[in-house]
């Protein structure tokens, strides 16, 4: 039998705080209502050079270091996020490069929030099923630049930031006990984001504003009704799986959207709300890199300890949601600072890494004749003109 451990975490969180009283000055909304009705105080935003990848790849960076993990030992990468900047490479083979993870593949999944669930879930699945020996996932976002800073039903939630865990295979019993994953896309519609270039025909109309968009649509009652109609079951259901009953769980770390949906379920499954652990009041929603950014948290203040077992919960967009329960039985190794120093200087000998490889790549197209992309571009625009052929 193989079990799947988590052995390293880390997050990444850009400096930049929006607070509610900043949020005042730009729509028609209150500190008093943001905090009451979500339990958000600020969130962070990523800067001009902040992106999906360089957020992740810093999660990443501090999750392997605590795990002391080579990044070369690493067998997969998954990224969750619903903000990547492109839809191909994806955010993870990014993410790879940049670590110099040489011998792991890597590929992004699409779940919205409740993404780190179902990335924790497959990358579990895949080590217990000797397929893999070690993981790192990854939840990412950079909400920010998707929402409507007009619509204050919106804007005041999200905020951007990353998450990450490392896996590893083991004989010894533990880790990853049991996940749960569902989806009802007949609730797409409730919260959606629009890709305008695949299609010019977005699913639900309100994501564009003035031309300008898309952005996060959400009708937000609805999938109020729907987190709190699904958290409560998933949570027993995957419990029930692992074969515990709920006295057994030390602590619940849940998608981090809005207190009162958490309070409702704390009620629904008669637990004491200090069961679950929240963050959301300083960071708002992160979406697929809430569950992540909690847990790094959690285990900062000291409040997992060895043999509890915890439980991850994700809802949101697809509609979808999942969960996951985990006995967290790591200690940490204590990695020397010399060795974490030489960490550092092996990130930026892979950057090089990267640009010669590119570099030599356009070389050896050049000494071959292809043309260069400047070449192709100039080319595309003497068509043009020739001919009103598009580019
Ligand atoms: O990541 C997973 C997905 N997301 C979620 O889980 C979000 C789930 N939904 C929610 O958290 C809540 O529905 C919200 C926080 C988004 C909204 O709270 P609500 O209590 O459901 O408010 P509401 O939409 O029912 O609106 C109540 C009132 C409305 O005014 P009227 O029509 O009653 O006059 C809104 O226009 O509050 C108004 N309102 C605001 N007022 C001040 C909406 N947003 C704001 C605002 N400031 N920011």
């Given at each position: 039998m193989r079990y799947a451990h988590i052995v390293g975490w880390g997050s990444y969180l850009p400096e930049q705080v929006l607070t509610n009283h900043d949020l005042a000055q730009m729509v028609d909304t209150t500190d008093e209502w943001i905090l009451s009705r979500t339990g958000i105080r600020e969130r962070r935003l990523a800067g001009e050079k902040e992106t999906v990848t360089t957020m992740a790849f810093n999660a990443a960076a501090r999750a392997l270091a605590v795990a002391d993990m080579h990044p070369a030992r690493l067998d997969m990468i998954i990224v969750a996020t619903s903000t990547s900047e492109h839809a191909f490479p994806s955010t993870a083979s990014l993410v790879q490069d940049a670590l110099g993870a040489t011998r792991a593949g890597a590929f992004d999944l699409s779940a919205a929030c409740s993404g780190f669930v179902y990335a924790l879930s497959l990358a579990a699945n895949a080590i217990k099923s000797d397929a893999i020996d070690t993981a790192v996932v990854i939840g990412t976002e950079t909400l920010s630049r998707v929402v409507?800073?007009?619509?204050r039903a919106t804007c005041i939630l999200f905020g951007d930031g990353a998450g990450a865990l490392v896996l590893k295979g083991s004989d010894?019993?533990?880790?990853?006990l049991a996940s749960t994953l569902r989806s009802d896309g007949?609730?797409?519609?409730l919260l959606s984001l629009h890709n305008t270039q695949i299609s010019?025909?977005?699913?639900?109309?309100?994501?564009?504003?003035n031309g300008h968009g898309p952005y996060i649509h959400m009708n937000g009652r609805q999938v109020f009704r729907f987190a709190t109609s699904v958290v409560a079951d998933a949570i027993e259901e995957v419990i029930k799986k692992a074969g515990l009953q709920l006295k057994d769980i030390s602590l619940i770390v849940p998608h981090q959207a809005n207190v009162r949906i958490i309070d409702h379920v704390a009620k629904k499954l008669k637990l004491p709300p200090e069961k679950f652990y929240l963050n959301?009041?300083?960071?708002g929603n992160t979406s697929a890199a809430s569950i992540p950014i909690a847990l790094c948290e959690a285990v900062q203040e000291g409040r997992l300890h060895p043999d509890d077992t915890l439980v991850f919960v994700g809802f949101g967009g697809g509609l979808t949601w999942g969960a996951v329960v985990v006995k967290w039985d790591v200690t940490p190794p204590d990695v020397s600072a010399v060795k974490q120093r030489l960490r550092q200087a092996r990130y930026v000998a892979m950057r090089l890494r990267s640009r010669a490889r590119r570099l030599l790549r356009r070389f050896m197209a050049w000494v071959g004749g292809s043309p260069t992309p400047k070449a192709r571009l100039k080319d595309a625009d003497r068509r043009l003109e020739e001919g009103g052929e598009k580019r």
């Open positions: 409507d800073w007009q619509d010894v019993p533990g880790g990853v007949s609730g797409g519609d010019s025909v977005p699913f639900i109309g309100t994501s564009y504003v959301l009041e300083r960071y």
